[in-house]
């Protein structure tokens, strides 16, 4: 292994003297900083500029004892400008030291921004390697419309769960926090002997060394930094495959594992309907994360392995995940303004099960979405504030919007579309103007009139 050379966290004064090129390299200045913030229309602050991440090789320990986390994050990056330094997003947690290339870098903390300075500029084009070693407590975020993300303690005092939307991740990782920089992962997670650590994608190796035991994950397909996860806890796991030889996992806490176990019996099921309207399932792996419901307020389709309190591990609220699969996961909103090409999709996918399997023409759920007030607070192409940006117009009225294209194209195109969406834009990012661009080149149609009325109208309209 290359040696590398750490240094010290500097004061914020000598750190502006550094990022201003006083560094004791004496190497020519002629890079910029990369931007604090990508400036997403309703997470300003979120994300940074001048680069983008290619790969993040994390190392965690964990002890639910002391509530103490170490962690070494190896960044893989690719400079996007000619860079004199560079943000990543951290919250609360200390950086203890920053190599980049294997160099010193000077670094800075300050709110939730780690600014660092290599020992010498990188130019447009260059890939480096960042890593930065940091230790701490791990905290809950709470969001603009007050749930909590981040790092949640379990209410049993037992483990913890990390969830990230839209910001959380940041509490127990540095990096960038935007949805636009995807990239691949691998997470290794050492706790005490015991206990579980599940994260995305396959599970490498599981190895026990004295009183603690190492969990190693690979997530192979590019993951938004919202959707990866750690859970950490007495899990019982169970793994199996598909007809078709997908992998399976699940991870159930004890205290609801038999209420669940029928359920996650079925994810194969729901994967396997779900491919025949989306296309192939984009990932190497599935599954679900199970946990009480003191634990997280919400399901949330966490990549590859959704996590569900037990009250929302439902036949409706598994195919809403399942499906975010393909719509949020694979194609990733490129900013959060975009969302509900996420949930008005995984929305419309509750409507076409409850179509196949319970009789309800989803003509029948449109009516009662059109019906809820709550629906036309906003158009769901432009949620007016981040305490919007999950509110109904986004899941419900979302999933309007998709009901009118299948009435106007037919439900030949409208499908073909539904899944050479998901095809064309796989593992990438898209936009809303994306969307409509592709639906009216698919189908030959102009469909101002419904991109106008129910995907950025202000009124509702008349019945």
Aim: proline share 6%; charged share 20%; glycine share 8%.
């Amino acid at each position: 292994m290359e040696q590398r050379t750490l240094v010290r966290i500097l004061t914020p004064a000598v750190a502006l003297l550094l990022l201003a090129g006083c560094t004791d390299g004496g190497a020519g200045v002629h890079g910029k900083p990369g931007a604090a913030g990508v400036r997403d229309p309703l997470f300003r602050k979120l994300g940074n500029g001048g680069y983008d991440v290619q790969h993040y090789a994390l190392t965690l320990a964990y002890d639910p004892a002391t509530s103490r986390l170490t962690g070494t994050a190896e960044i893989t990056a690719r400079a996007t400008q000619d860079l004199s330094a560079f943000n990543l997003d951290l919250h609360k947690l200390h950086a203890d030291s920053v190599t980049v290339d294997g160099e010193r870098a000077a670094a800075n903390q300050a709110g939730d921004e780690l600014t660092v300075r290599p020992h010498g500029d990188l130019d447009k084009g260059d890939t480096f390697t960042a890593v930065v070693r940091y230790s701490g407590e791990p905290q809950k975020i709470t969001d603009a419309d007050d749930a909590k993300e981040g790092w949640l303690e379990s209410a049993d005092g037992v483990g913890a769960l990390a969830v990230g939307q839209p910001a959380g991740s940041m509490a127990w990782f540095p990096g960038n926090n935007h949805p636009s920089d995807k990239a691949t992962y691998d997470i290794t997670v050492t706790v005490p002997k015991g206990l579980k650590a599940v994260s995305n994608g396959q599970l490498e190796s599981e190895r026990t060394t004295g009183n603690r035991t190492t969990f190693s994950w690979k997530s192979a397909q590019p993951m938004a930094s919202y959707l990866a996860t750690v859970a950490i806890g007495e899990y019982e796991l169970k793994p199996s495959r598909t007809p078709t030889g997908l992998s399976v996992l699940t991870a159930l806490d004890p205290s609801v594992a038999d209420d669940s176990a029928a359920l996650a019996a079925r994810i194969p099921e729901v994967v396997k309907w779900a491919t025949d309207y989306f296309g192939k399932y984009p990932f190497t792996s599935v599954g679900a994360i199970v946990v009480p419901n003191g634990d997280v307020g919400y399901a949330l389709e966490t990549q590859t392995r959704p996590v569900f309190p037990a009250a929302e591990f439902n036949v409706e609220t598994l195919v809403h995940e399942i499906a975010h699969q393909w719509y949020g996961n694979s194609v990733t909103p490129a900013t959060w303004k975009d969302m509900w090409l996420n949930e008005g999709f995984a929305t419309y996918a509750e409507w076409l099960w409850a179509e196949e399997f319970d009789d309800i023409p989803a003509q029948e759920s449109f009516d009662e979405a059109f019906a809820d007030e709550d629906n036309w607070a906003f158009p769901p192409a432009d949620p007016p504030s981040a305490a919007k940006v999950s509110a109904a117009p986004v899941y419900g009225r979302g999933a309007m919007v998709l009901h009118k294209v299948r009435q106007e194209v037919g439900d030949d195109t409208f499908f073909e579309i539904l899944e050479g969406w998901a095809t064309a834009h796989r593992y990438g990012n898209a936009t809303t103007e994306d969307f409509t661009a592709y639906v009216e080149e698919e189908s030959g149609q102009d469909l101002s009139e419904v991109w106008d009325v129910w995907l950025y109208g202000k009124k509702k309209p008349a019945a």
